[in-house]
């Protein structure tokens, strides 16, 4: 159906794509600037679209060393070693767009359409809670049926559902963009981040892409993180689905985003995704624009660098040995033991991906007790954490609490504490055992005082039977 009237009528485009475009042309930074622009980052400020841009001129193999370099500090520096772990939810996929990328569009006739009831609903947050989840990610495609009023429930659903320890204690959601009121709705809710991917900053390639239905609106989706702001959603997730068109050109795209949102609401996006196009049913793209795993990985080196604060997810669409080797670049967050066909945590074969049923071809399938001992053989610590939520530090306040001696005072003792009731109440014994001897040596690292004495507390409380315990 062509679009009658644009809802978008009257904003403003703030994707400056010429001086993006220009950027790209721009001569290779000599070492001295890339010096530069790598002392910045390692300040901890957010940088420029110019110094961005220099960032990404580079391909000298010794300054490209020196970034990943600066791009692992940085993110040990920000957030420590912990890794928040979650798990998407898939509520629906009927649709009405035609997203020429996506299995769910309206017009591919081999997807299976479903939407999850109540009570199924509540099997697969059963499977999840038993499995030791306790963040998600809803996702819904875009339909009149999956209205404010509806995700709204959905997400109250989640919230009061318990299987033993077992409980969701943050419910985050990738939908369409709303207007303002339905954002106020799903914040009553109690929802954490709103994400919205732009999929391409790049207006013709956009356009091309979505031939048809309300996304086919570039504006309307651009201005839907700030709605969600105006209608009180101070936590909103940005990103951009690589391998539509020059990666470069989407992270600039990002990162003009990011600097809008700060600007205008005195907060960047909280999170930054990332996806990669992957294999989806009955899709026939042009694959000219395909990003390679090398360029990936300088992609996510320069969002940390771009970002310092900004939480970078990394997604079970990436196989299992990159996402190892990716993690240690700037990623934050990661899923695990994710299915994304519709009721594929209480029905589906774990070892079976039906493309009918999803959205796309995810690459790790692990199990997530298998990707929590990865994690620990890392020396990462898995997390699921969501204390700054429950107390109100989001939005601008986030920010502040972000600094310096913030992690090891909160996050990493609440890291610790969430790990710990993981390897309680779900873990194997030798995932334990890893567990245990990881919390041992963090608490090795922490000096004597009440900082200390308060976490061996609430350590031995958990063991008591005490949950949910943080700073
Ligand atoms: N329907 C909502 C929307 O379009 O905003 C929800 C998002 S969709 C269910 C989640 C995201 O998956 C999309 O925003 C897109 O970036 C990504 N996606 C879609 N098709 C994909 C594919 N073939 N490979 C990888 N990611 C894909
Ligand atoms: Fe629908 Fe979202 Fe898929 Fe587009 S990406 S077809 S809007 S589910």
């Not at 994707?15 to 300040?43: C, W, Y």
């Not at 969430?418 to 014994?429: F, G, R, V």
Request: aromatic fraction near 8%; hydrophobic fraction near 40%.
């Amino acid at each position: 159906m062509p679009l009658v009237k644009p809802q978008s009528e009257g904003l403003v485009d703030f994707i400056p794509g010429a001086r993006l475009e220009a950027l790209l042309r721009r001569a290779p930074a000599d070492a001295a600037e890339v010096r530069d622009v790598l002392a910045k980052s390692l300040a901890k400020q957010r940088l420029s679209l110019e110094e961005m841009g220099a960032l990404l001129s580079v391909s000298d193999p010794a300054l490209l060393a020196a970034m990943f370099e600066a791009a692992r500090t940085l993110k040990k520096t920000v957030y420590g070693n912990r890794i928040v772990l979650f798990a998407p939810l898939y509520i629906g996929n009927k649709c009405v767009n035609s997203c020429k990328y996506c299995g769910f569009r309206a017009e591919n006739p081999e997807n299976l359409r479903r939407t999850l009831a109540p009570a199924e609903i509540r099997a697969e947050l059963t499977a999840l809670e038993n499995t030791g989840h306790k963040r998600l990610i809803l996702v819904f495609g875009e339909h009149a049926d999956y209205d404010a009023d509806f995700i709204a429930e959905c997400v109250r659903t989640c919230y009061a559902h318990k299987v033993g320890f077992g409980e969701i204690r943050r419910v985050n959601i990738n939908a369409a963009p709303l207007d303002v009121a339905g954002y106020r709705k799903l914040k009553a809710a109690g929802i954490g981040t709103y994400q919205i991917f732009q999929e391409s900053y790049h207006r013709p390639t956009y356009e091309q892409v979505h031939p048809r239905g309300p996304k086919a609106d570039f504006l309307w989706r651009l201005h839907g993180l700030d709605r969600a702001q105006e209608g009180g959603c101070d936590d909103v997730g940005i990103g951009a689905l690589f391998g539509l068109h020059d990666w470069r050109f989407e992270a600039l795209g990002l990162l003009a985003h990011t600097i809008h949102l700060e600007e205008r609401f005195n907060v960047g996006p909280h999170t930054i995704s990332f996806p990669r196009l992957k294999v989806a049913s009955n899709i026939d793209l042009d694959r000219s624009w395909e990003l390679a795993d090398a360029d990936f990985k300088r992609l996510i080196a320069i969002l940390r660098l771009a970002v310092p604060y900004t939480g970078m997810i990394l997604t079970a669409r990436e196989p299992a040995a990159l996402r190892r080797e990716l993690l240690e670049f700037g990623c934050s967050q990661i899923d695990a033991g994710t299915r994304i066909e519709l009721g594929g945590y209480s029905e589906g074969d774990p070892e079976l991906q039906d493309l009918r049923r999803e959205q796309f071809k995810i690459g790790d399938s692990r199990p997530l007790d298998q990707v929590v001992g990865e994690l620990l053989d890392l020396g990462e610590i898995p997390s699921y954490c969501t204390a700054c939520y429950r107390q109100g530090r989001t939005g601008e306040h986030f920010m502040e609490f972000a600094i310096p001696g913030f992690i090891k005072r909160f996050c990493t003792p609440n890291a610790l504490l969430t790990l710990k009731e993981y390897l309680t109440d779900y873990a194997s014994p030798a995932v334990r055992a890893k567990g245990e001897a990881l919390i041992a040596a963090e608490l090795a690292k922490l000096p004597a005082g009440e900082a200390k004495q308060q976490l061996l507390e609430r350590l031995a409380a958990i063991e008591q039977g005490r949950r949910d315990l943080f700073f």
